[in-house]
């Protein structure tokens, strides 16, 4: 018996299970070929999370600096307001994270159709 990832969800299964546990996508009637493109419809759906996750961020950062722009009487005046600094905080750490989240899907694990043998 081996553990092995489900090509669906990628969460953790007994290679003994015919269906996976977690999301009944059914392992033992995939072929090579369905495997793959779940594989890759996952990374693109990732892909998709990380991007949205990163524009999210850079949103908050560019309200968060109008924000200040607004409460100050000439422009970026110090201090700048806690909720607008907290957004700025927020978006720069937030927009690094997605955009190392995005890097790491690209060069961190490659794209599935381009993986080397499989995990199954
Ligand atoms: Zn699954």
């Known amino acids: 018996m081996a553990i092995v990832n489900c090509p669906n969800c990628d969460k953790k299964v007994s290679s003994q299970h015919s269906v996976c546990p977690h999301c009944k996508v059914a392992l033992t ?6 495997r793959k493109h779940l594989q890759l419809e996952r990374w693109k759906d990732q892909v998709y999370r990380a991007t949205n996750f990163s524009y999210l961020a ?8 109008l924000w200040w722009w607004m409460a100050g009487a ?6 700048p307001p806690i909720p607008a600094f907290v957004l ?3 978006g720069a750490v937030g927009y690094l994270v997605g ?7 690209r060069i961190g694990r490659g794209r599935p159709d381009r993986r080397k043998g499989s995990r199954f």
């Open 29 to 34: 009637e995939l072929s090579e070929e369905d």
């Open 58 to 65: 850079l949103t908050a950062l560019i309200v968060g600096a």
């Open 74 to 79: 000439g422009g970026w005046v110090m201090p």
């Open 88 to 90: 700025i905080a927020m």
């Open 99 to 105: 955009r190392g989240w995005l890097l790491w899907l």
